[in-house]
């Protein structure tokens, strides 16, 4: 008995002979008298950057400092995943404290902005009470009065073109309910006691509705920058406030979060590095699917290279590849000699089948008669891992079998080769197929 392994997407010589020596090592274990070779094909048929990576733009960039728009975007990146994560700050931090100067439109060094804006005197807020009476309803109280009143899409107006010329209308009015619902609106409004501070209030309230109707949009929506800035003027100045005017204490926060936690700012300083470096993954799958025919004639060589009977053992794209190859020959009332079993492991051949995208089975067809045996493993926490029974439904010849490695992804996508549940699946698989 033979067993011929096939390395999956990405891997190249070095990353080939450490796993093929696990692999070997392991089923010698299980089967002493059985040959285990290897079918390594990512040098040969795998991809490669042939022009150096000339097409990605950023290859080679100086790694200079993000600038605004880099800042900008990646505020923006991190408030549409979490649209009150602004109010958040303002609801825990305040004003109190830290308050930059000449952030809200007045001159740094003013006498009367010592960090406690709205205290009596102050001629930026000259309503401003240091002594308000209780019951007497704060600045911040009267912006989300403002926003409580404000509903939904308006019937005309520059707003209403807006919202609907961006595909934002259909979940406005989602967004202002689950913003001046929120508890983080109604904690910052309590500590918003000058109008100077209901002034950024209103504009973390603008920013978060427009957010949250992004979020809502998702890909469906039509929206450039200019026009999200926009829709937050519009917003803001329904509220008191001035969009145009810096925020302080939030953005000051956000802006510096958003540049570490995002994932924007690293891909584009990284682009060029981070393409070059999926290339041999992400590129093999793609090659492949272009001119997989050369690969699959390759893998016919080697396993008709030794007589059988032969188990083959595919991981992820290497799965893919034998599917194809094993359903053509079958098809063609030719199938591959001495294979007895299949083993696919971590592949995505399930998948590609409900996607048409397998050369070797039409979608919605069976299996071909002369197809072998196939049993596929999976790990649920693999993202890379699919179903074949349920796609093939009825085929005894099709067996499904879960594996866990306790390890998330990507790490698990590799984890199946050391685990012996795997070995001991083959070793059943063997027997139940009377493999000598």
Known sequence: MRFL??????????RHDMLFALVRDRLTARFPGAVVDSCFWGERFGAALSAQGRSVPGLGADGAAPGADEEEIAEWGLLVADPLCELRVLAEA?????????????????????????????????????FAMPGVQSAGDRVLDLLAAVSGVPDGGEQAALLRGTGLAAGFPAALET????????RAGAR???????RELAKVLARAVTAAALASAGAEADCTGTERDRLVELITARLGGD???????????????????????????W????????????????????????????????????????????????????VDLLALAAARGEPVPGVELLVTVGSQAPFLHELGALAGIVPGTKLPYAFPRWLNVYDRQDVLSYLAEPVF??????????????????A????????????????????EAEIG
């Open 5 to 14: 392994f096939v390395h999956g997407t990405g891997v190249r010589r070095e």
């Open 271 to 322: 682009r060029g590095s981070l393409t070059v470096g999926a290339t041999p993954a992400l590129g093999d799958i793609l090659r492949y699917q272009a001119r997989g025919a050369d690969l699959r004639a390759f893998l016919h060589e080697r396993i008709t290279a030794e007589p059988g009977p032969t188990v083959l053992i595919g991981h992820s794209l290497g799965g893919i590849a034998l």
């Open 412 to 431: 698990c996508h590799s984890a199946y080769w050391k685990q012996d549940s795997l070995y001991a699946r083959i070793e059943r698989a063997v027997a």
């Open 179 to 186: 913003v001046s619902r929120s508890a983080e609106a109604a």
């Open 243 to 269: 969009a145009r005017v810096p925020g302080a204490r939030a953005a000051a926060v956000l802006g510096r979060l958003a540049m570490r936690v995002t994932t924007q700012p690293l891909l584009n300083a």
């Open 94 to 130: 305040g004003w109190e404290a830290g308050w930059e100067s000449g952030s809200d439109g007045r001159p740094d060094g003013d006498p009367y902005d010592p960090g406690d804006p709205g205290a009596p005197g102050d001629p930026y807020d000259p309503d401003g009470d240091g």
């Open 192 to 198: 918003a006691t000058g109008e100077a501070q209901a």
């Open 393 to 410: 439904p009825g085929d005894p010849r099709v067996s499904d079998q879960e594996i866990g490695s306790r390890q998330p992804f990507p």
